[in-house]
């Protein structure tokens, strides 16, 4: 089993910036990767960002690309999402996942493990 924890989020205003962090515990050797999703209210959840544990692979949404940045620290099991220049239709609950699969990082389907949500708010 995997635990994560997820932290960092917050209320910024429109083109500010926000860090949020994804911790694993557990069985932390078995991961592919680890991925960001965010989900609206209303909405569907959607993917934003994984990167890989045995690469130096990473992916992200065509709406984040260039804003956001991921990176890992392997001696932590920590993955981190930088979300520079945020914008309102950012607005979401952040969650993070990790996957034991090397297939499609986009489907939240993959992913077997979820760590709580952690509200991000950017107003205008």
């Known amino acids: 089993q995997v635990q994560l924890a997820a932290s960092g989020g917050g209320l910024v205003q429109a083109g500010g910036s926000l860090r949020l962090s994804c911790a694993a515990s557990?069985?932390?050797?078995?991961?592919?990767?680890t991925g960001w999703f965010r989900q609206a209210p209303g909405k569907e959840r959607e993917f934003v960002a994984a990167i890989s544990w045995i690469s130096d692979s990473t992916f992200y949404a065509d709406s984040v690309k260039g804003r956001f940045t991921i990176s890992r620290d392997n001696t932590k099991s920590t993955v981190y999402l930088q979300m520079n220049n945020l914008k309102p239709e950012d607005t979401a609950v952040y969650y993070c996942?990790?996957?034991?699969?090397?297939?499609?990082?986009?489907?939240?389907?993959?992913?077997?493990?979820w760590g709580q949500g952690t509200q991000v708010t950017v107003s205008s």
């Open positions: 557990g069985r932390t050797g078995s991961l592919y990767a």
């Open positions: 996942a990790a996957t034991v699969s090397g297939s499609s990082y986009a489907n939240p389907m993959n992913y077997a493990y």
